[in-house]
């Protein structure tokens, strides 16, 4: 089944933690069309922008892979409104200015990005079909924690 022209169902729920743990990773009706809403206001998009594929590291995740990874079962991945992701050849920083300044988005983190390794990190983003806050961080680990700042560039 194809979310969009460029992303398939498959792509956003595959999970190798839910694949080995035998984890159920399949959403409901509503979270269905949030990953739907999610691949044509961001994913499709970026797509388009870079014209290259865009590589999904994490999609949806069931409350069950949510609680198997450590993650909220509240989350966005869950809901089906988020997505992690990069672009092979594309700085990460380059990309999340892109849709800093281009698209509506709810929260969008730059995850573990190091200023003069452009591979580095990767992109979480969330798209609402309520209310976006157009919330922009920055995720790096400070004393073997994880910090999130406000990403102002």
Known sequence: MKLSQHFSYQEFIKSQTAARKGIKNEPDDAQLYNMK????????????????????????RSPELCVAIGSSTNSQHAKGEAADFEIPGVDNR?????????????QLILEFYKDNEPT??????SYSTNHNRQQSLRAQRVDGKVSYTPWLE
């Open 120 to 125: 580095s990190g990767w992109i979480h983003c």
């Open 94 to 106: 380059e990309l999340a200015l892109y849709i800093k300044n281009e698209l509506d988005y709810d």
């Open 37 to 60: 809403m999610i691949c044509a206001n961001i994913l499709e998009p970026v797509r388009v922008h870079f014209d290259k594929p865009v590589i999904i590291t994490s999609g949806f």
